[in-house]
Structures are given as C-alpha cells and as structure tokens.
C-alpha cells in the first residue's frame, strides 16, 4: 500500500516553491500553457522524502501513515529529477533532498516578499554557513572512516587509536544529548573550545576535536537565527547528522573495545539496522554504514 499525498498537500508543495523544481541544480518550471488554451500542462510531481511504501527508497518503518503523506515528507520536483532521486538512494539522501525542499522554499520567500529586503542577506549567508559547517563534518567523517579501514585490514592498534577510543568513550557518558552537551560549554567559551571531562582525552583524537567545534559552531548558529520562519527543518537537519555521526563512533567505540558495557547501546541499533549483536563486537558491521 502506497501512502500517497492528497491532492491538497501536492498543490501546497508546489504553491510553496512557486511551481519550480526544488532540485538547486534544475529550478526547472513544473507549470506552463497547454496547446489548448483551456488547459495547462504539468510537469511537476509530489516526490516523497522517505518512500511511499515499504521497499521504496529512503522508506523508514519508523514512521506512521500520516507522517508519511504528511506535507513535511513531501518535495516538489519536476518528473526528471523525481525519476532521478530515487535511482540512487545514497547520493539522494534524505537530508539533501530535505536541504533542497528548505532551499527552494527560501528562495521561494525571497522571491515574493518586496518588504524585508533587509532580512534577506542574513537569512542568505545563514544558509550558506550552515551547510558548509555539514560539509565540513563529512570531511570529519571521512577521517574516522579511515581510520577504520585501517583497524579493518587486521592491524594492531596504535597508542593513538586507543586514546580516540577513550574520548568516544566520554563523550558518551558525559554528552549524550546535544542540546545540553553544549549548553554547559557556553560559559568556557571561548577560551576553551573543548569541554574540561573530555580535555584530557582529546589531545591525540584530532577528528574528534573537530566534529566536536564544528557541532558547536552549528548549535550557535541554530539558537542566534531561533526566529527564522524554517528554523525546525534546520535543527532538524543537524540533529539527524548528530544521530549519524554518533552512530559511527559508537560502531568505532564497541569494534574497538568489545566493552559488555556498551551493547544496551548497541542493541539499540540493532533495532534500527537489522545488525547483530555479534556482528558489532566482531566490527563487521561497518561496510553497512
Ligand atoms: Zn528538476
């Protein structure tokens, strides 16, 4: 069964980006005349963020119906690049496509409003730095992946792998929740960038240290732009990230430490990705990320 969009929520998608495809590199205009001047012809389509129906791309079980055919998983896009997204999952992720649906959106706002002219720089340069601290994270995030590639091959462990180990290792016990993780930062800030419980066992996790500053950049950003009309699909964003880069560390966390302490965490995801116990402390799990 196909959870499908009612007409409403797809004339709302494609009024809210004023018909025009939501992909930033098409833009393309989904609405125009029919050769019949009694008619228009459309091209546009209601895509689904995460799929319609089960074994369809980005489909995420944890959802009901409603949030399903809900407006927020929806995005307008025009038939091509409808096609194109859900041809290749991983490159069309859910969070580019929700960065695109906020983008267009956006762009949309600007396009109409005639009134607050002023407004629009910040909100524009607000954008840009938030998706260039995201990027900046998956740079981090390809320096832990080497790292267990590297674990992987069967080498022995290096004095600076363990010590990455233990600041995973705090930051889960001390900074399990993002908000309040950072919240007691503020008053260190700026002469510490690195919170005291954790200091010690940062020094030789370098890509650590840098997930950690760039989370908190973005944790800024997200509280100074609090009254921004779209700030939800922002915060959102980020804490899904969180949610992602969390999991990998703790995958890097339990390969490596084989800790009993740690599997209630990993049962957790168990749940979500179908992985078995075993598999975790044997570390083959991480070819599923
Ligand atoms: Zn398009």
């Keep these: 069964m196909r959870d499908d969009f009612t007409r409403r929520t797809k004339e709302t998608l494609a009024k809210r980006v004023g018909y025009k495809c939501s992909n930033p590199n098409c833009k393309k205009l989904t609405s125009g005349p029919n050769e019949d001047e009694n008619k228009s012809t459309s091209i546009g389509v209601a895509a689904h963020i995460t799929g319609a129906s089960k074994g369809g791309p980005r489909f995420n079980e944890e959802m009901n119906v409603e949030e399903r055919k809900g407006i927020n998983n929806g995005i307008w896009?025009?038939?091509?690049?409808?096609?194109l997204i859900d041809k290749d999952e991983s490159k069309y992720s859910i969070e580019l496509l929700e960065s695109w649906k906020v983008t267009s959106e956006d762009k949309?706002?600007?396009?109409?409003s005639t009134s607050n002219k002023n407004q629009l720089p910040t909100n524009n340069s607000f954008q840009t730095l938030f998706f260039e601290l995201l990027n900046q994270q998956e740079i981090v995030l390809k320096?832990?992946?080497?790292?267990?590639?590297?674990?992987?091959?069967g080498k022995i462990l290096s004095e600076e792998k363990i010590i990455g180990r233990k600041a995973i290792k705090s930051y889960f016990e001390i900074f399990r929740d993002p908000f309040k993780k950072y919240q007691s930062w503020d008053s260190q800030l700026p002469k510490e960038d690195i919170p005291k419980e954790c200091s010690?066992?940062?020094?030789?996790?370098?890509?650590?240290?840098?997930?950690?500053?760039?989370n908190k950049q973005l944790l800024r950003l997200l509280k100074s732009k609090s009254n921004l009309e779209n700030i939800e699909l922002y915060i959102n964003i980020f804490l899904s990230k969180v949610d992602y880069y969390e999991k990998i560390m703790l995958f890097y966390y339990i390969y490596e430490s084989k800790d009993e302490n740690y599997l209630d965490l990993?049962?957790?995801?168990?749940?979500?990705?179908g992985i078995k116990k075993e598999d975790l402390i044997h570390g083959e799990t991480f070819g599923l990320i």
């Design 77 to 83: 896009l025009c038939q091509n690049c409808s096609v």
């Design 108 to 112: 949309a706002k600007e396009e109409i």
């Design 143 to 153: 320096d832990l992946e080497v790292t267990k590639r590297k674990t992987q091959d």
């Design 200 to 214: 010690k066992f940062f020094s030789d996790a370098p890509e650590l240290v840098k997930y950690f500053n760039l």
């Design 266 to 273: 990993a049962k957790e995801f168990e749940i979500l990705e």
